[in-house]
């Protein structure tokens, strides 16, 4: 019994208890190729909440969270009046259950009692010829004269048998199949702290050494030769396997037939659950569901569990060990989540970690409130970690703190005193400012204004009225500056101006006269030669007409001594590609949309909206700029399409390059990155949105929110703009409408 379970069977399905707050639970297919909606969360809206579940032979059963009553569904679904609990057994509280093959037994108590015992109750599950589950009677097979005399702490039941352990210490067996399990007798003397059951056997954690002790049928291997010399807090049983998690580290250790290369490396659990061939669990770092599978397994790639956070464990009332914490809710990120208990005097208590996987080191003990932290080796600066860390390999440390590492490394260059002096110097600066309409790669930057928790303004739907008033327009006529204006205004275009280089030239920042802050590109002189005076002006009159909240407004332009100078607005926050690969301040998923909406409203105007029309030819996410209340604006596209392009043709290049942001967006992984398999972000990302499997694309180092739908729309928007066929393109107008609804729904939030 767990915070999530899973049946046997032809028809494996997985349950799990939410995050929410509202002890909520959710259903997955665990061979579900086609991870569709309907199918994935089948029970999601019938099941009531629950505060624990167990999985039998082709059905489940759950404490209800409010009664603590039993309820057992089968997989033709769930309702009241098929609950699959005898009529004699549906009024009584129970604190503990373990479903078996075609038996459940359950311990008399509430599980929100500070009482964690007592007598059992069995009841079978009858099976129709045809398969189907169709009603339940209370059991004569699990009657046992013994067994009603003893008070249980908990059970688990398999084929023909349940186990439990006695208040008092020991285990006690009884069923008609309890003889197969090769024990001396049908009492066990020792003392466990949990059970584990398969069909045929199971397994036992000893309270003093944390090792496993196993029992089972003589001709079952699935049991035998568990891991030797380490502890362990949780047991998990498939068919032929069992799985565990390790006391030091929360890693996982599985024995018996098993596919050792797809249990997840360098991530720890707090809860697993086993079907016959898989294994799901529940990340301690984020409360995400991972899976992995077994030997005989044919196509895992079809075992994508939902993007839901879920419950690290069992709401109760008992106070927890010394070895336990109480799991703070306040870790999860959700300003009115207090608890994830519907009852606010209970709590979960969770097995404390004492070591780190590899690449990270403990930075903090356990606490009665909170598990250790774990921090990446990348990051280690003393001796009490490095002597964790040059144990370990430096190719286990996760790519993600690859640029951590490289950090480091400059860092441990330098002399200590120098960078103390300039990370003090720099980081008591109100914030430091990023770049404009920049093409190239920017400055190292030590602080930086976050836009994860600043104010986000919204534009108003007339662009005239999104112009910040820090602005001065030109309409008309291009507002044309002096070129000794602009040099006094970035300081003799000196180096430390600089903010970025690419094509085009060079970047400054740049201090008007009157205080305005602007930015300001100058030509390099190739970029002279090739442009026609004329026809430089010309076009710098149309796009000093180009007025909108999310583009990168053009102020004027200086045209003296050959320069040829462009004055835009200053855009503090720098680039989108910067906060997703540059390791900026991290973006929440509520502004990945709405940046994604802007900046689709940004390629839309330019399409749309100006004549003639604006083709960007080059979108990607290093020409989103985010400003000073983290709006999306696009920037570079200064040129007009030229006379004899086919503008639909340019249009279409926009609307597949602005699919491929929001692949970035929503995977947080970059465009074209060589350490990929494949490297190419659509060739990756885009089969398995068309096999309905967007959920895998999904960027799992952002909390997730409560309803990842949008997310799943947000994919299959991607899908629309890239696709191949010109028949079925769509505009970006199509695109801003879709992602604008996207956005209002809310549900995100």
Known sequence: MGPIAASFGD??????????????????????????????????????????LSGGDGFLCGILADTSQASCWDSTGFSKTSDLVPSVFKPNAYSHLAAGKDHVCAIRGSYFSEIDSGTVDCWDIVILSGGNTSTSKQSTRFYDQNATTLVFRKLVSGDGFTCGIIRDGGISCWGPHSNNLAI??????????????????????????????????????????????????????????????REDNHGIECWGSFNSSSIPKNSGFLSIASSNTLTCGIRETDLVLDCWFSANTSSPE?????????????????TCDPNMFAFNASLLNEPDLNSLCVRKDLRICSPCG????????????????????????????????????????????QPKHWDQLRQLLLIIGSTASGLLLILVAWCVL??????????????????????????????????????????????????????SELKDATNGFKEFNEL????????????LSDGRQVAVKRANAATIIHTNSRDFETELEILCNVRHGNIVNLLGYCAEMGERLLVYEYIPNGTLHDHLHGGLSSLNWTLRLRIAMQAAKGLEYLHKEVVPPIVHRDVKS??????????????????????????NADMRMDVYGFGVVILEILSGRKGYDGDCVPPNIVDWALPLIKQGR??????????????VEPLLKLADIAELALRHDHNENVSMSDLAVLLDQLVKDGLIL
């Open 430 to 483: 109100p914030r430091v400012v990023i770049s404009t309409a920049d093409e190239g790669k920017k400055k190292n930057r030590f602080c930086l204004f976050s836009c994860t928790h600043g104010p986000h303004k919204e534009f108003d739907e007339n662009p005239d009225q999104n112009i910040p008033l820090s602005v001065g327009p030109c309409p008309g006529i291009a507002q044309v500056f002096r070129l």
């Open 622 to 647: 290093s020409k989103i700029l985010l400003d000073a209340d983290c709006g999306a604006r696009i920037a570079d596209f200064g040129l007009l399409t030229p006379i004899g392009r086919d503008v």
């Open 354 to 397: 004492l070591n780190c996987s590899d690449g990270f080191f403990p930075s903090s003990v356990c606490t009665a409130n909170a598990d250790r932290v774990c921090t990446s080796c990348s990051l280690c600066q003393n001796s009490s970690c490095s002597e964790i860390c040059k144990l370990q390999s430096p190719s286990k440390i």
């Open 500 to 511: 970025g280089r690419g094509t085009y030239g060079f970047v400054y920042k740049a201090v």
């Open 184 to 245: 001396a007798s049908t009492t066990i003397p020792a003392n466990f702290v949990t059970l584990s059951s398969g069909v045929d056997s199971f397994c036992g954690i000893l309270q003093m050494s944390g090792e496993i002790k196993c029992w089972g049928n003589n001709n079952s291997n699935s049991y035998t030769n568990p891991p030797l010399g380490t502890r362990f807090v949780s047991l998990a049983a498939g068919d032929h396997h069992y799985c565990g998690i």
């Open 302 to 318: 079809n075992y994508d569990p939902p993007l839901q956070l879920c419950s690290p464990g069992l709401c109760t009332a008992l």
């Open 11 to 52: 028809y494996s399905l997985f349950c799990a208890i939410d995050a929410s707050g509202k002890q909520a639970v959710i259903c997955w297919d665990a061979n579900n190729s086609s991870s569709s909606a309907s199918t994935s969360f089948r029970y999601s809206a019938a099941l009531p909440p629950m505060a624990a």
């Open 694 to 707: 967007a959920a895998a694309i999904i960027d799992r180092y952002v909390p997730l929110p409560k309803n």
